[in-house]
């Protein structure tokens, strides 16, 4: 570690100045159901804020998981990070896994690869649907995350969604250790 206050940092001879900035905080925040991604909520409904409401500095969701959703949530006061992982020019990867009341098969791996166009008229991208060994089971990757996209893709094929948990998002994984809250 460097102490800016005692040493001297230098490249190729010439003194490297330090500047002080903000410091970044993140948090990856394993949100279980029945929490709103949200930092405050008007209906007084349980909260992430609420999990992280001893952390010294004041931060925000990055993207969001639907109240009967859980998974990776980071938690950041690092806005260009956060825009960075949202912009939908980036198409940041997240994976789920999906339990749903049905059985998946190839058919519906092969609708989420083409894209799908949803009654509603949303037009989603590509993704991935790979069916585990359990066939009411599959893991979704999406390039882009539209209102409970996942679950209306599925609607769409007859299979509604009963569990579902991100697991990555970007470079992110969700540790298995780490205990839900």
């Known amino acids: 570690p460097i102490d800016i206050r005692r040493d001297i940092v230098a490249i190729d001879g010439e003194r490297v100045w330090f500047q002080k900035k903000k410091k970044n905080y993140y948090v990856m925040l394993h949100k279980p159901r029945g929490y709103v991604t949200t930092m405050s909520d008007e209906k007084g409904r349980r909260s992430v804020a609420d999990l992280v409401a001893d952390f010294p500095v004041r931060l925000y969701p990055v993207g969001r998981l639907d109240?009967?959703?859980?998974?990776?949530?980071?938690?950041?006061?690092d806005g260009p990070l956060a825009h960075r992982l949202l912009a939908p020019r980036h198409h940041v990867d997240?994976?789920?896994?999906?339990?749903v009341d049905g059985e998946l098969d190839g058919a519906d791996a092969a609708a989420f690869a083409a894209g799908m166009m949803l009654e509603d008229g949303l037009a989603c991208l590509p993704a991935?649907?790979?069916?585990?060994?359990?066939?009411?089971?599959?893991?979704?990757?999406?390039?882009?995350?539209?209102?409970?996209?996942?679950?209306?893709?599925?609607?769409?094929r007859g299979k509604p969604v009963v569990y579902l948990k991100r697991l990555t998002m970007g470079p992110l994984m969700l540790d298995p250790a780490l205990e839900r809250g």
């Open 94 to 99: 997240k994976t789920y896994f999906v339990r």
């Open 67 to 77: 109240k009967d959703t859980e998974g990776l949530l980071l938690l950041t006061n």
């Open 128 to 156: 991935g649907l790979e069916v585990l060994e359990q066939p009411d089971t599959a893991l979704v990757t999406l390039h882009e995350g539209k209102y409970h996209q996942i679950k209306r893709m599925l609607a769409a």
